[in-house]
């Protein structure tokens, strides 16, 4: 069944389908993340503390589903300029095959993992979170062939659906009193309607075809994307792993919470953007000159909101953990500040990995996951004798040195010069200061008198009126393009 719009994605100019997949990913977003917090809210209450921990000790393999699903051969197929029937089939294939094996190897592994945790409730729980594997490659293929055609509408249309109705058998196993069944069902439940809906919502059906020659065009590129996937993950867990082991389960908890506060949002930020522009470089990987205006601007835009955001958020981060968050998580407030600095580094590089994928530099990005893994996890031992704000510390002064590599690494395949990207946020960077240096003194002088939450709204709008101010002035050509944004989106039929 095809998806009926009122102009084929394909058949747009590429300006229209970047703004449409913005719209749409950003309609997913929103839709994802409230719907998400009220099935979060409703799971708090029905279900204990321990039903969270089983759960959370089987949970943190989901992650991986999504990495072992395809291989990374969905990323070849949206990078190939030309595709032929025995590709797309051959992926599919390819795709399902191992997407069984990892559901059976997940299987028997259960009893495993169930014993290395000493929780027999573990073991069907892991089994059945397993079936994910096999259920998610089903439809890695259709929705690597959406994202290449642009067709985000079907794309977000399906995942919304799918994290409904995941929510939905989650909160109904929790009223039935099944516990961390709850949990594990609704992250399966998504995925299993997200893959039914990829059949449903676009045209194209696997043929009973398979091609040695296929596979082996796509396996250079695939392996080298599979590679740094596996690194990214690495890089974005092992520090949990570390401060859990060495420093305990309430270091933990101030490490994930301040983590999760400054860059989960972030990269909330980051996946849409990657989704929505990898398959458009791909298309313009022969026209330089507009990636390069693509990359400048584009970081621009994102820079202008979350550079001011991580600068604000370093002055009020006392007043924001204990209006926001309570006074028991005062120990996360200078983990917050120093993530701070990580977040806004990290927010300019949301587009370096579909660059250097579109230019078919897998094997330079390889190379820097591997260079950011390694930096890293000094950054994390080096940090772990001063506690929890030490590996913080050392996570960000690592980041200055693996972001800044990943900027010239991107720079360098797009033929510009690495400090070009300062000089397209030179008036964002130099408004921002003032924003954070006028915030600052008014926190200063501020009396004591005034409660928290009365502080940080004071605060808050004192740096939006100070930053626009200053934007305007400093960097005007933020607002032009942002007006000239929402006009080409209203626009977009």
């Known amino acids: 069944m095809a998806v009926i719009e009122s102009a084929a994605p394909s058949q747009l100019p590429l300006r229209a389908r970047i703004l449409r997949g913005l719209g749409w990913k950003l309609a997913s977003e929103t ?50 300029r030309h595709l032929t029937e025995e590709d797309r ?48 490659s089903l439809g890695s293929t259709h929705a690597a062939l959406l994202n290449r055609e642009m067709n985000f509408r079907a794309l977000e249309l399906r995942w919304m659906a799918g994290v409904f109705a995941g929510g939905v058998l989650g909160v109904a196993l929790a009223l039935g009193g099944y516990g961390p069944w709850a949990i594990i069902g609704q992250q399966v439940a998504a995925v299993a309607v997200s893959t039914v809906l990829l059949w449903l919502l676009g045209d194209w059906r696997p043929r009973f075809l398979f091609s040695v020659a296929s596979l082996r065009k796509f396996g250079g590129f695939s392996a080298k994307v599979f590679g740094t996937r596996i690194l990214f993950y690495l890089n974005r867990n092992v520090d949990n792993l570390l401060v859990g082991k060495a420093l305990g389960a309430k270091a933990l908890g101030l490490y994930a919470l301040a983590y999760n506060v400054m860059l989960s949002p972030l990269s909330r930020i980051a996946w849409p953007i990657q989704t929505v522009f990898f398959p458009a470089f791909a298309e313009l990987q022969e026209d330089v000159e507009r990636m ?22 370093v002055v009020v ?10 006074q028991k998580w005062d120990a996360a407030v200078p983990v917050i500040q120093v993530l701070a600095g990580v977040g806004l ?27 950011a893994l390694v930096l890293s996890l000094i950054g994390f031992f080096a940090g772990l004798p001063w506690g929890v704000v030490g590996v913080a510390a050392g996570y960000a ?47 200063a002088v501020l009396p004591d008198s005034v409660g928290p939450g009365l502080q940080l709204l004071l605060l808050v709008v004192t740096g939006i009126v100070v930053y626009a101010a200053l934007c305007a002035w400093r960097a005007p050509e933020v607002r032009a393009e942002a007006q000239a944004l929402v006009r080409r989106r209203r626009a977009v039929p």
């Open 31 to 80: 839709w994802s993340q409230v719907f998400g917090i009220v099935v979060a809210i409703l799971l708090a209450r029905l279900l204990t503390p321990h039903d969270y921990g089983v759960a959370a000790m089987v949970i943190v393999f989901a992650m991986l589903v999504p990495i072992f699903a395809d291989l990374a051969l969905g990323a070849a197929l949206i990078q190939r």
């Open 89 to 136: 089939s051959t992926v599919f294939w390819t795709s399902a095959v191992t997407g069984a094996g990892f559901t059976a190897a997940g299987i028997g592994l259960s009893w495993a993992v169930a014993g290395f945790y000493g929780e027999p409730e573990v073991q069907p729980l892991f089994a059945a979170l397993s079936c994910s594997f096999l259920l998610s």
């Open 292 to 313: 390069q205006s693509m990359w400048l601007r584009v970081n621009r835009l994102v820079g202008a909101v979350t550079i001011p955001a991580m600068l604000g958020l």
């Open 317 to 326: 981060a006392p007043e924001f953990v204990e209006v926001v968050l309570g």
């Open 345 to 371: 580094l990290q927010s300019l590089q949301s587009l370096n990995s579909s660059i250097l994928q579109a230019r078919d530099r897998a094997g330079v990005l390889l190379w820097y996951s591997l260079v």
């Open 397 to 443: 002064i690592a980041s200055v040195f693996i972001e800044s590599y990943y900027t010239w690494l991107t720079a360098r395949a797009l033929e510009l010069s690495a400090f070009s990207l300062l000089g397209a946020l030179s008036g964002v960077i130099q408004a921002s200061i003032g924003m954070f240096a006028v915030v600052f003194a008014v926190r």
